[in-house]
T-cell receptor, first 112, second 110 residues
Framework: NAGVTQTPKFQVLKTGQSMTLQCAQDMNHEYMSWYRQDPGMGLRLIHYSVGAGITDQGEVPNGYNVSRSTTEDFPLRLLSAAPSQTSVYFC???????????FGEGSRLTVL | KNEVEQSPQNLTAQEGEFITINCSYSVGISALHWLQQHPGGGIVSLFMLSSGKKKHGRLIATINIQEKHSSLHITASHPRDSAVYICAVDRGGSNYKLTFGKGTLLTVNP
């Protein structure tokens, strides 16, 4: 099993550009989520999904979209990047909604 | 006040020392997670617990639900234990959102 795979690991964008961070897991996990991690702050939930076709907002959803068309994939879309979205992004999954979390390696995004 | 507070924020120890990291929370929870993040690295789940105590190798996690407090202990610390340790709480019910502490940076010197 590859676990949770995030791509790309690094990305530089200009303000206003759009992009998609990919997240895939091969563990048949029900729950998937996206977090951002900023200096001096704890991890903050952006969006989450409790199964294919079901998504919901977390603490900081503005400027991000998600979809969950399959159990395996949970992409995070930045519609129009802003410097405030410069951060490290982590995708995580768990077998059941309230289970142990498995994290991807993170994606460092810089918006100029 | 944050719902999840960790202490200390930074901790420096000598190899072999016994380490304790604390997590206090102000809300009712159904479970608490301890995570480890090495510098520049990914995040690994260490424990998920809802009562009592769990042990894995040199790591021990305890939780006191009544006092709203959890501790992570590291026995015989080693430089490879140097990392940020993060506490997160699950408020239970239909709330699928974890609340995270800001982390404790542990440095273990040889």
């Amino acid at each position: 099993n590859a676990g949770v795979t995030q791509t790309p690991k690094f990305q530089v964008l200009k303000t206003g550009q759009s992009m998609t961070l990919q997240c895939a897991q091969d563990m048949n996990h029900e729950y998937m989520s996206w977090y951002r991690q900023d200096p001096g702050m704890g991890l903050r939930l952006i969006h989450y999904s409790v199964g294919a076709g079901i998504t919901d907002q977390g603490e900081v959803p503005n400027g991000y979209n998600v979809s969950r068309s399959t159990t395996e994939d949970f992409p995070l879309r930045l519609l129009s990047a802003a410097p405030s979205q410069t951060s490290v992004y982590f995708c995580a999954s768990s077998y059941r909604v309230k289970g142990e979390l498995f994290f991807g390696e993170g994606s460092r995004l810089t918006v100029l | 006040k944050n719902e999840v507070e960790q202490s200390p924020q930074n901790l420096t120890a000598q190899e072999g020392e016994f380490i304790t990291i604390n997590c206090s929370y102000s809300v009712g929870i159904s479970a608490l997670h301890w995570l480890q993040q090495h510098p520049g690295g990914g995040i690994v789940s260490l424990f998920m617990l809802s009562s009592g105590k769990k042990k894995h190798g040199r790591l021990i996690a305890t939780i006191n639900i009544q006092e709203k407090h959890s501790s992570l202990h590291i026995t015989a610390s080693h430089p490879r234990d140097s990392a940020v340790y993060i506490c997160a709480v699950d408020r239970g019910g239909s709330n699928y959102k974890l609340t995270f502490g800001k982390g404790t940076l542990l440095t273990v010197n040889p």
